[in-house]
Nanobody
Framework: VQLQASGGGLVQAGGSLRLSCAAS????????MGWFRQAPGKERAFVAG????????LYADSVKGRFTISRDNAKNTVYLQMDSLRPEDTAVYYC????????????????????WGQGTEVTVSS
């Protein structure tokens, strides 16, 4: 499984970005997907997750109401729409996929995921 994240960049506070993560190698609809971020000097943190069908999503409290995760299984892609961005959203954003763990709920820990993209950098200026 290969994951390719894109869409990061520099944006002013209050602006928007949409991250994309394209997957290849297996049947995409079998993956539970997640977005994480890592700011300098901090641990990788959960941002948002989505179930295989896209029917259920979960967000970190810090992004709830501002970020939206979605997926298009026909395009093998998961998205993270980020609105009302704040300087504290500055980080490298990673997409992740789980193929092996049993169950159907959204996964929130980095250790739950066994495939990772390369990361895309988001910088929000004040």
């Amino acid at each position: 499984v290969q994951l390719q994240a894109s869409g990061g960049g520099l944006v002013q506070a209050g602006g928007s970005l949409r991250l994309s993560c394209a997957a290849s190698g297996r049947t995409f609809s079998n993956y539970r997907m997640g977005w994480f971020r890592q700011a300098p000097g901090k641990e990788r943190a959960f941002v948002a997750g989505i179930t295989r069908s896209g029917g259920s999503t979960l967000y970190a409290d810090s992004v709830k109401g501002r970020f939206t995760i979605s997926r298009d299984n026909a395009k093998n892609t998961v998205y993270l729409q980020m609105d009302s961005l704040r300087p504290e959203d500055t980080a490298v954003y990673y997409c992740a996929a789980d193929l092996a763990r049993p169950g159907t709920q959204v996964l929130v820990k980095p250790t739950h995921y066994n495939y990772w993209g390369q990361g895309t950098e988001v910088t929000v200026s004040s």
